[in-house]
């Protein structure tokens, strides 16, 4: 299942039959500077946004331009690829002011919640038991339209985990916001996909279907359309593998071109941020497929890309990850910067 990509500057993934073209973004100013491997961004109803930095279990708020530490989450243990890693900003946080976390433990990893008003509250956890490892501990956090929270995990180094109802590794979880089981899950629990290998970006499109990046191993990386119950093939399947068993990713990439982290939607098209590619992957997409051939932007242009979201005005956020002891940091790494059409 090995497939060749031509490399091109914007740079292309598999060619496909439509004319969709990606917009082209521009960078239109940088909104953050001397982050300590960041890692989590959620915007805040007021539009001030929320960055968690991996390695020192901090969560900083930037309002205005200015970056403020709002606490420390406890209990982190950091090493390899775990540390403090997604956030999110709970549907009813107006009311209930409650921000969402995902952070490796001295055993598991887990989700936990706690209050934001002037600072950080004590954390509750809402979800433990999740496999943790030096890689492959997946991290991203999302509350889709339905008020559900989305959780992915990664296998843990262990590829029995993504096939095994038993772990919750390996998996997308779909949860209320106090972590139990979310009301018509595929299995009655709280697993909602299954066969992922390690899942780093979760976006919603405008008519809530619910799309993921996924690492490869060695050869292919993936873009896949979830679905209530479906299984996504690893450690069966790296890439397309046409097993009727399995659900075929949207589109893959030679893991030398992205090792994708988080995405978003905006614009009818997913973006992805990549890692050992260096670039922003937009790829057009029309009610749940494919519209148009992926294309890269930015490639190298601020090295390792960890996160992008989409604001509240419409603009993306681009998170490096340079610092990650992985990258090579240049003066004012990490940073976030904003990306704007037209």
């Known amino acids: 299942m090995v497939a060749a990509f031509a490399v091109l500057s914007p740079a292309a993934a598999e060619p496909v039959g439509s004319l969709a073209v990606p917009p082209t973004p521009r960078v239109a100013s940088t909104v953050a500077t001397n982050l300590a491997v960041p890692w989590g961004l959620a915007f805040l109803p007021d539009g001030s946004a929320l960055v968690s930095e991996r390695?020192?279990?901090?969560?900083?708020?930037?309002?205005?331009?200015?970056?403020?530490?709002?606490?420390?989450?406890?209990?982190?243990?950091?090493?390899?690829?775990?540390?403090?890693?997604?956030?999110?900003?709970?549907?009813?946080?107006a009311t209930d002011r409650l921000v969402y976390a995902y952070h490796t433990a001295s055993g598991d990893n887990r989700v936990v919640r706690m209050r934001f008003d002037t600072a950080l509250g004590t954390p509750q956890v809402i979800i433990s038991g999740i496999p943790r490892a030096s890689i492959h501990n997946g991290g991203r956090l999302a509350f889709g339209p339905d008020g559900m929270l989305y959780v992915s995990t990664g296998?843990?180094?262990?590829?029995?985990?993504?096939?095994?109802m038993s772990s919750l590794g390996g998996k997308i979880l779909r949860v209320t916001p106090t972590g139990a089981a979310a009301p018509g899950n595929p299995f009655n629990s709280r697993v909602y996909s299954l066969g992922h290998r390690n899942v780093q970006g979760l976006a919603f499109d405008s008519a809530g279907r619910l799309w993921a990046g996924e690492f490869g191993q060695n050869t292919l990386d993936e873009l896949n359309l979830i679905r209530a119950g479906g299984n996504y093939g690893?450690?069966?399947?790296?890439?397309?593998?046409?097993?009727?068993?399995?659900?075929?990713?949207?589109?893959?990439?030679?893991?030398?071109?992205a090792s994708p982290s988080g995405i978003a939607f905006n614009r009818n098209t997913v973006w992805l941020a990549a890692l050992r590619g260096q670039r922003l992957w937009a790829v057009p997409v029309l009610n749940g497929a494919q519209d148009g051939n992926p294309v890269a932007f930015l490639n190298g242009t601020f090295?390792?890309?960890?996160?992008?979201?989409?604001?509240?005005?419409?603009?993306?956020?681009?998170?490096?990850?340079?610092?990650?002891?992985?990258?090579?940091?240049?003066q004012g790494d990490d940073r976030i910067v904003r990306l704007t059409f037209g």
């Open 303 to 330: 090295g390792r890309l960890r996160t992008v979201s989409t604001a509240p005005d419409g603009s993306l956020w681009l998170i490096t990850s340079n610092t990650d002891g992985r990258g090579t940091p240049r």
């Open 234 to 257: 690893w450690p069966v399947c790296e890439g397309r593998c046409n097993d009727s068993r399995f659900v075929n990713p949207i589109t893959q990439w030679s893991t030398a071109q």
């Open 155 to 164: 296998d843990a180094s262990n590829t029995g985990n993504a096939q095994s």
């Open 55 to 93: 390695n020192t279990a901090r969560i900083k708020r930037i309002a205005g331009g200015t970056v403020t530490v709002i606490g420390t989450v406890p209990g982190v243990r950091t090493g390899g690829e775990g540390g403090l890693l997604g956030i999110a900003v709970g549907p009813n946080f």
